[in-house]
């Protein structure tokens, strides 16, 4: 069974780093890659990058100053971090599977910016 | 950046009745086109990928179609169930976009 589990701190302070964790079971990260999705509360949801299979990376421009993902093979594991935290990235933030269309999202992690 | 726009942003129909939600895109996607249907306090979960293909599990009154810029997805039958927020996200050029999100609610 396909399964993806973000963690993480729930609350982070402005201009602080964030660090979420993506575990994943049911596949291999070694075989597809894995997005990082956020969503604001009452919005519609931002792609932010994406670790490929073969371990490039990809990141949507508008965070690519801030963001960095990487991962561990071994513990079957997907990192996100992403630095200068603002009060307008609170939101919930997802690890997804698939190259195009994401067939496969974890419950999400809730992270509020606030001092 | 691609946009996505959809519309309507707000939809209220009846159990049984067949309802549409349109998706625009600044331009051509050439269909890879999925939609998403989130339920409240849910994750997004994989309806209809490149346009018109069903995802497993989906149930058959759910279809897609479209091409160019232009793409919508048919509820027909509309269950309760089916109250949710639907999304539409292209996967041709990076940045992935989506859609603004189209609540349905019950009549």
């Known amino acids: 069974q396909v399964q993806l589990k973000e963690s993480g701190p729930g609350l982070v302070q402005p201009s602080e780093t964030l660090s979420l964790t993506c575990t994943v079971s049911?596949?291999?990260?070694?075989?597809?890659?894995v997005s990082w999705v956020r969503q604001p509360s009452g919005k519609g949801p931002e792609w932010m990058g994406r670790m490929w299979y073969d371990g490039d990376t990809a990141y949507n421009s508008a965070l690519k100053s801030r963001l960095s993902i990487s991962r561990d093979t071994s513990k079957n594991q997907v990192f996100l971090k992403m630095n200068s935290l603002q009060t307008d990235d609170t939101g919930t933030y997802y690890c997804t599977r698939g190259e195009g269309p994401m067939d496969a999202w974890g419950q999400g992690a809730s992270v509020t910016v606030s001092s | 950046d691609i946009q996505m726009t959809q519309s309507p942003a707000s939809l209220s129909a009846s159990l049984g009745e067949t309802v549409t939600i349109e998706c625009l895109a600044s331009e051509d996607i050439y269909s890879n086109l999925a939609w998403y249907q989130q339920k409240p306090g849910k994750s997004p979960q994989l309806l209809i990928y490149y346009a018109n293909s069903l995802n497993d599990g989906v149930p058959s009154r759910f279809s897609g179609s479209g091409s160019g810029t232009q793409y919508s997805l048919k509820i027909n039958s509309l269950q309760s169930e089916d109250v949710s927020i639907y999304f539409c996200?292209?996967?041709?050029?990076?940045?992935?976009?989506f859609g603004g999100g189209t609540k349905l609610e019950l009549k």
């Open positions: 996200q292209q996967n041709y050029d990076s940045p992935w976009t």
């Open positions: 049911g596949f291999s990260l070694t075989s597809y890659s």
